[in-house]
């Protein structure tokens, strides 16, 4: 089952900041936040992944509150490449090896 | 390193046909992984691995079959092809499990008829 509930799509210009938030209301207090992003004709590739507080790399920034319920993937000043589908992961509720991949965000930028 | 492997890239089967789609990785990961993702839709997780010789279902296992038998390969069998295992497969692989990072293959694009 998907623990997780994401926008279906957005919209965005070029140059733009985008965020992306990820609901999580059952998160288990061992699991941490994991984003994918995944182009056309491939297969997903981390983004990046946090248990509380903020994370920033070189590619994106990600919040979460203090309540751990929600988090935001942040994208700063989008480009046409970046358009791809984006998905929020927490941990299966087996706490096991399992990942529950949802539908994910669309995220269409244009120029 | 090449990472994650798979082949073919491409497969057509007719109804009834049997194949098995190859996934090899050179990371040494124990735990690899397959999905199966529909157009349009997210992955759904088949069958996963946390090593050589140990293996169990996932989300969506009817009309598959896996093994593996050392750490670098993970073949899933599919026996009786249905037009409703029409999809792209990805195999991936991680070194943990749980939060681990994963590594996914370029995939295989299946179309039954």
């Known amino acids: 089952l998907a623990k997780t509930t994401q926008p279906i799509s957005m919209d965005s210009y070029e140059g733009q900041e985008v965020n992306i938030t990820c609901s999580h209301n059952?998160?288990?207090?061992?699991?941490?936040i994991t984003w994918y992003q995944q182009f056309p004709s491939q297969g997903p590739r981390f983004i990046i992944q946090?248990?509380?507080t903020k994370v920033t790399n070189e590619v994106a920034s990600l919040f979460i509150p203090a309540d751990r319920k929600s988090s935001t993937l942040s994208l700063p000043r989008v480009s046409l490449s970046d358009t791809a589908v984006y998905y929020c992961?927490?941990?299966?509720?087996?706490?096991?090896?399992?990942?529950?991949f949802g539908a994910g965000t669309r995220l269409f930028v244009k120029a | 390193n090449a990472g994650v492997t798979q082949t073919p890239k491409f497969r057509i089967l007719k109804i009834g046909q049997s194949m098995t789609l190859q996934c090899a990785q050179d990371?040494?990961?124990?735990?690899m992984y397959w999905y199966r993702q529909d157009p349009g839709m997210g992955l759904k997780l088949i069958y996963y691995?946390?090593?050589?010789?140990?293996?169990d279902k996932g989300e969506v296992p009817n009309g598959y079959n896996v093994s593996r038998s050392t750490t670098e390969d993970f073949p899933l069998r599919l026996e009786l092809a249905a037009p409703s295992q029409t999809s792209v497969y990805f195999c991936?692989?991680?070194?943990?499990?749980?939060?681990?990072?994963?590594?996914f293959g370029p995939g295989t694009r299946l179309t039954v008829l």
């Open positions: 991936a692989s991680s070194s943990a499990g749980g939060q681990d990072t994963q590594y």
């Open positions: 059952n998160i288990a207090t061992n699991d941490y």
């Open positions: 946090g248990y509380k």
């Open positions: 992961l927490v941990g299966d509720e087996s706490g096991g090896f399992k990942t529950i």
């Open positions: 990371m040494n990961h124990n735990y």
């Open positions: 691995s946390v090593g050589a010789g140990i293996t």
